[in-house]
């Protein structure tokens, strides 16, 4: 039966090769016919057989290009006359398109292999890409997305690229990044110190392959690549990473990792199938992958191995070390000074069993890479220049961001020059500019699920769908948070989730972050017609958007200016990203995290709220105690402790009571009557509801990071990683008690209980990993409890649960399961960050659905 | 002191600690208003300024001031900052029923104390008694008028890129002194507040450097609020270098345990001065020559863009927004 049809796709469908994809289907069908893009995405019309039409849409789906996403097919039988004579690519029908910017793209399997085979013309050219794979984010300047609006502007094609470029039946059909080695961008290797390079010293095939005879030297490398500079070393040298830490000045923060396929990661890991596909994915992110016990013993990697943090600390404070009990061994204890290459300073995990020096696993990562984790971070190479740097390589290598602490990532090469030259000692540069920084995105695998943890290279700016009720959304720009920053567009029943931007307290990254912004703004041409914010009145994104909504750079008109409470901002983010429509009843939002700015003007940080998009009550929450110091109770996790103990009991009591434990005897040493005076007259020691800072303080209590974080989230990351996980499900570890109590209209829960329990186990010498399980599952328990009590007099079917505190995979688990237990539903995130990562979103969801009500 | 005791006798022993202490022609004319000789103005200069303020705090005494000099200085100093030259205050007091006499007159004595090193005269003034609880204890306003000399221009507006940021000594050291005379907090330092007057140390550099660009006094809201108004109001970015600012080690350790940053505490005796590239060592040089300037160092630069925005380089080399706060510190880290 010979036919016509109008088939209309929707999704990720443009500039991803799918037009070429269809043309060539069409074509082994015999079907004749048209394909075009226009605002909605892909447009075909084809005339043939009815039965080859079906087999054409089937294997369309199946034969979908690796960075097209089909979200809908709809098909329409044709009633006019057709003029087909042939199936023809069209020009897209210009008035309405929408293109949007793909995301960057790992190296496909067919490049790769075109940069290891010495009789391919692309053999170790390390920018080669094609429509499956490479730049694109990262090298785009405006709209249309073509090769006259990215950095590959300024590099002409030479013929035969050209002819690949225009041939609808070769994969680099429309790739606007090719290039190849006559005509493209160029790799070189440069000393920091400006000393000629002598190619001699190196046995090297080119500038790219040196790198990696530079890293199995020990020697400090910033690479320039994809989306900014990374500085790579030896990941199993420990005076490399060493040499790396102190240069950076980055103490403690685990670095990621690389390596040139699955089975060196294999030689320290065990990735599920799960966390494979992840790594082998285009995104190709950053996976956090539990880390192998050793042999013979849980020696590599695995188990909690932590080096001394703070040596001028030690410096300051002599003889205030604590000593160490039998059984319950302090975290941190070294002498001051330097780390020799074997020193061993490594605390035991109860975990773990003794090390043996002698039973040296060859390669083993180096302990400083990530102390006081469980998990490794590795990524496998995602462009043709990380394959050829590791061709050689048969260990992982470290590479983190290229930066100075707390700046964005390198993107230039003077600038990289400038700032990294007294951490690298060789650069590896070229000459193809970063438009825009994209960092490393890194994710976690929790059961089956994937936890986005950072939302940048390979993500964004990838559309995610709204649930629906968002179709007609008004254009909304919705600023995030002041940590962890994205931004979010709204538009076309989609949100438009910007890649991580950073921490915004830093020049470099405000300034990145306005530059997004409006690039952002540009390329999806989006002219906000709302603004959101956060609640925080000294966030500088908040400032940002009340300036943009007053107009007060002069372009158009003023806008409407939405505040948005951020732990309402995290619920419905969560609800957005797991399809819950506009007019769905409320949920029991679940938002743990470090703090918010409350509606009460207190800080948030523990809130059950009650929530659809546009409105919420607060149900229950914690016990509020202050944070004595303010900001500098988020870097000194012992000031938690203290707050928390001196919010339950009497401190002289206590004194008394645990005379002898260290903890107590740690905070007599601080100038108490100072912080008392603090608390007493509410200076700088503003209250919070924190489940953030009550896990630091549990965290210092069994001496984890007493003194010092080193970065944010440290103290319960690592009270994690020790956990004892064979006791995790045993119902007698589920016994500290908190309390509940009502006043004000909302329930408190009240820690006293738990921290009487948990300083008698301190007192009898319980081991920290035992400490640490019991806090997590109690905690868990006492969260199920809370939402069974608010059950009674709310009807609740779903329970979202959110907040960075919620990317603790115990925690994650624990409460998901006891939840399920209850039969309510329960909905976490996966595309969208748990942490401040995702917040823009759900103030962008919040905004719509407000404005949309009204 | 008693409320409502509207009596001749009570108002003549207040009167009487004022006169007697701000004893000078003008006042003891005992007029309810001061006169002045213009023609005497039009010597010193073309402009007048005037300025009024209103002095609270707690508590009365500190190590290094009282309530009394900083009503005192803190006009003078505002007089100063446009180049003027201080020459006569007026003085209103506010008194809360049962303020001790002997408090009223400390405070008088170290007003008279103040305005003599500064070289002005407090020429009329008022006193008012209140309920207990409608004020607190005592507060103060002060008015001043001062001169300013012909072809001195100062004004934020002046501020170009290139200019340098100097500032005249430690700063926190008042703020520091506050919070610990207040909190009772159990802390033994010797920092007192450098509350001091600005106005010879001005005349100094204007001696040197009349065509200083712009000058401020980082009180209220410390040299954090003063560079934004800065960067605010002249669109221009201000770059300051963490390492170069003069923060005694005392009040860095008052920070770090209290969690306060030392460019937001107030100062009573610490401005800004903002002048060519060109023009700085001598300004500084000149600066240090003076007790008030001893300690004064260049401490940042301004620089074309980002516009409004002030940051600081830290010793990492890393650059952090030093932000104009809309409320107090408050923690905004998740
Ligand atoms: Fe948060
Ligand atoms: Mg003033
Ligand atoms: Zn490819
Ligand atoms: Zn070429």
Redesign the pocket.
């Known amino acids: 039966m010979f036919t016509e049809e109008i088939i209309r796709v929707r999704g990720i469908v443009q500039g991803v090769g799918f037009r070429p994809t269809v043309y060539r289907l069409a074509k082994a069908y015999g079907l004749q016919g048209e394909v075009c893009n226009d605002g909605q995405g892909v447009l075909i019309r084809v005339s043939g057989c009815e039965e080859f039409i079906e087999e054409f849409v089937q294997n369309l789906q199946k034969q979908c290009p690796p960075l097209a996403r089909i979200d809908e097919v709809t098909r329409k039988r044709y009633e006019g006359k057709s003029t087909f004579g042939d199936f023809v690519i069209s020009d897209s029908l210009s008035s309405a398109v929408k293109t949007e910017i793909p995301a960057d793209?790992a190296?496909?399997?067919?490049?790769?292999a075109?940069i290891f085979d010495p009789l391919n013309r692309w053999y170790r050219y390390p920018f080669?890409?094609?429509?499956?794979?490479?730049p694109r984010l990262s090298i785009t300047r405006a709209i249309p997305y073509d090769r006259d609006n990215t950095s590959m502007a300024a590099f002409a094609m030479c013929a035969e690229c050209g002819r690949e470029y225009n041939d609808v039946e070769n994969?680099?059909f429309h790739?606007q990044p090719v290039a190849c080695q006559i005509c493209g961008p160029k790799a070189w290797l440069e000393r920091s110190d400006n000393q000629p390079i002598t190619s001699y010293m190196f046995s090297m095939l080119d500038d790219v392959d040196a790198v990696c005879t530079l890293l199995q030297k020990g020697e400090i490398v910033a690479i320039k690549g994809l989306g900014g500079f990374h500085l790579a070393c030896d990941a199993t040298q420990e005076s490399a990473v060493q040499k790396l830490r102190s240069r950076k000045q980055r103490n403690q923060k685990p670095f990621a990792l690389m390596a040139k396929d699955i089975s060196v990661i294999e030689e320290y890991c065990t990735p599920s199938a799960k966390e494979r596909e992840l790594l082998e994915s285009p995104a190709a992110p950053v996976v956090l992958i539990q880390a192998n016990a050793g042999d013979d013993d849980e020696e590599r990697g695995s188990g909690r191995i932590q080096f001394k943090i703070r040596l001028e600390k030690f410096a300051t404070e002599g003889n205030q070390r604590q000593i160490p009990t039998e059984g319950n061994p302090p975290a941190v204890l070294a002498p001051p000074g330097n780390f020799s290459q074997n020193s061993k300073f490594k605390i035991q995990n109860p975990k773990s069993k003794i090390q043996n020096p002698k039973s040296k696993i060859q390669n083993q990562i180096a302990p400083s890479v990530a102390p006081g984790q469980n998990t490794l971070g590795f990524m496998l190479p995602y462009t043709p220049l990380h394959h050829l740097i590791l061709r050689r390589m048969n260990r992982p290598i470290v590479l983190t961001s290229g930066n100075l602490s707390d700046e964005p990532q390198c993107i230039d090469n003077v600038e990289a020059r400038d700032k990294l030259g007294k951490i690298a000692d060789y650069f590896l540069l070229h000459n193809r500019e970063i438009v825009n920084r994209v960092d490393d995105s890194v994710v976690r695998v929790v059961g089956e699920k994937v936890l986005t943890i950072r939302r940048a290279r390979g993500y964004a700016p990838t559309s995610i769908n709204l649930p629906s009720g968002f179709e007609s959304v008004p254009h909304i720009l919705a600023m995030g948070s002041q940590l962890k920053n994205t931004f979010c567009l709204l538009r076309d029943g989609k949100a438009i989730l910007s890649q991580h931007i950073g921490d915004l307290e830093t020049a470099a990254t405000f300034k990145s972050y306005q530059d997004t912004l409006n690039l952002y703004l540009n390329l999806f041409e989006h002219q906000p017609e709302a603004i959101a914010v956060d609640l925080h009145p000294e966030y500088f994104s908040t400032k940002l958007g009340k300036q943009l909504a007053h107009n007060q750079y002069g372009h158009g008109t003023a806008v409407p200016l939405l505040h948005i409470q951020h732990h309402h901002a995290h619920i419905a983010a969560c609800m957005a990203e797991n399809d819950i429509n506009i007019n769905s009843p409320p949920v029991l939002g679940i938002a743990l995290d470090g703090l918010g700015y409350g509606e009460d003007g207190t800080l948030w940080g523990g809130e059950f709220l009650l929530a659809d998009y546009r409105h919420f009550k607060r149900l229950a929450t914690f016990k509020p105690v202050p944070m004595i110091g303010g900001t500098q109770a988020m870097r000194e996790p012992w000031r938690n402790t203290y707050a928390q103990l001196i919010s339950a009991f009497d401190w002289e009591d206590l004194k008394q009571k645990y005379k002898y434990l260290d903890i107590l005897e740690f905070i007599e040493q601080k100038p108490l009557k100072l912080l008392n005076q603090l608390v007493q007259k509410g200076i700088n020691a503003p209250l919070t509801s924190s489940v953030g800072r009550l896990f630091d303080a549990v965290a210092a209590a069994i001496g984890i990071c007493r003194e010092q974080c080193s970065y944010e989230g440290q103290a319960a990351i690592e009270m994690e990683a020790l956990a004892d996980t064979h006791l995790l499900n045993k119902k007698e570890y589920f016994n500290y008690k908190f309390k509940f109590y009502w006043s004000d209209n909302i329930y408190y829960i009240d820690s006293y209980p738990m921290w009487q329990a948990l300083l008698n186990d301190l007192q009898q010498a319980t081991p920290q990993a035992v400490i640490a399980a019991k806090f997590h599952t109690s905690l868990a328990h006492t969260i199920v409890k809370m939402v069974n009590n608010l059950r009674q007099k709310n009807d609740i079917s779903q329970v979202v649960l959110t907040g960075g505190v919620f990317q603790n995979c115990i925690l994650l688990e624990q409460v998901t399961q006891g939840l399920q237990t209850l039969g309510i539903n329960v909905l976490t995130h996966s595309l969208v960050p748990a942490n401040d990562g995702g917040l823009s979103l759900g103030q962008a969801v919040i905004a719509a659905a407000q404005l949309m009500s009204q | 002191l008693a409320h409502g005791s509207g009596g001749k006798a009570m108002r003549d022993l207040i009167d009487d600690i004022f006169i007697q202490n701000f004893d000078n022609p003008t006042l003891s004319q005992l007029e309810d208003q001061a006169r002045f000789d213009l023609a005497s103005f039009i010597k010193q200069g073309d402009r007048l300024a005037f300025t009024t303020d209103s002095y609270v705090v707690d508590p009365l005494f500190f190590p290094g001031g009282d309530i009394g000099t900083l009503a005192i200085n803190g006009t003078v100093n505002d007089l100063a900052m446009s180049g003027a030259k201080p020459l006569y205050l007026s003085c209103s007091v506010i008194l809360e029923e049962g303020l001790p006499v002997e408090t009223l007159r400390r405070v008088a004595q170290s007003m008279q104390a103040a305005a003599q090193k500064a070289g002005v005269q407090v020429v009329t003034g008022d006193t008012k008694v209140v309920s207990r609880g409608a004020a607190d204890k005592l507060f103060i306003n002060t008015s001043g008028i001062g001169i300013i000399p012909t072809g001195v221009n100062i004004s934020a507006h002046n501020i170009q890129p290139g200019d340098a940021i100097i500032i005249n000594g430690e700063l926190g050291n008042h703020g520091t002194a506050i919070l610990i005379a207040r909190g009772e907090l159990a802390l033994d330092t010797d920092i007192e507040s450098d509350c001091q007057p600005l106005n010879n140390l001005v005349e100094t550099i204007l001696n040197v450097c009349p065509e200083v660009h712009a000058m401020r006094d980082a009180t209220r809201g410390g040299l954090a609020t003063v560079l934004n108004e800065f960067a605010f109001s002249s669109g221009v970015g201000i770059r300051l270098d963490e390492q170069s600012i003069p923060v005694r080690e005392e009040v860095k350790g008052v920070c770090e345990l209290l969690g306060l940053d030392p460019l937001y505490l107030a100062n009573e005796g610490k401005f800004v001065v903002v002048v060519g590239r060109e023009n700085a060592d001598t300004v500084v040089s000149a600066m240090k020559s003076h007790p008030a300037g001893k300690d004064a160092c260049i401490i940042g630069e301004v620089i074309p863009s980002p516009s409004g925005v002030v940051f600081l380089k830290t010793a990492f080399g890393a650059e952090r927004i030093v932000d104009m706060l809309v409320g107090e510190q408050l923690p905004r880290i998740c």
């Open positions: 793209a190296t496909c399997p067919k490049c790769k075109e080669t890409n094609c429509t499956h794979c490479g994969r680099r790739a």
